[in-house]
């Protein structure tokens, strides 16, 4: 839902195009170039093993690619780690994703269902990908369940369950952030100034939030993929 003034909606030959599809692009570009002052900075530190200790695009990024790490070899255990650079990229993406909603005259990408379903087919198709390629065919064996002769029933209720996951995953970030969305447009509008402050506070922490719930369930699905323990 739009609110009042959009940067997208005043500049010719954009306010024609779907304001998610390039505020998403645009988001895609600033993390690139926000990866590529970090990429940089590390590369020309006299010490790369040691934090700047000074807030920048480096620490950012070594923020994020810490936190991610950790979480995937406690969830996915030995090896967990290769998976990291798709995980690390999806929070970061979704992160901007989210945060630029904050910026007035920005709507947030991922308040647009077709944005949030587009992320949740890439986490489908990875988490599946990374199961088949660890497990080859035999990873069809879990949509036949335990029992042999309940194989049918089982295999339409697994079916089922996969492809529902992309789908919650699109609605629980995009309800979440339309609903922020509009509620902080809601009260910017009636209160100007001291209200909204708190509201953007708490925005901001759900954007962070989202971003880290859905690379977590990301991180789940990739866990049951490749384990061996069906």
Known sequence: MEHGFSWIGA???LRDLPNHSVTATLVAILVLVVAWAARHALATAEEPLVPDGRPSARELFEVITALVDDMAEGMIGHGGRQYVPLLATMFTFILFANLIGLLPGFTPPTGNIGTTLGLGIVSFLAYNYYGFREHGVSYL???????IWLAPLMAVVEVLSHVFRPVSLAIRLFGNMFADHLVLGIFTDLTKVVIPIA?????????VLQAFVFTVLSMVYIALAVGHDH
């Open 11 to 13: 500049i010719p030959g």
């Open 141 to 147: 064996k879990q949509f036949a369940g335990p029992v």
């Open 199 to 207: 509201f953007y506070t708490l925005g901001a922490f759900v954007c």
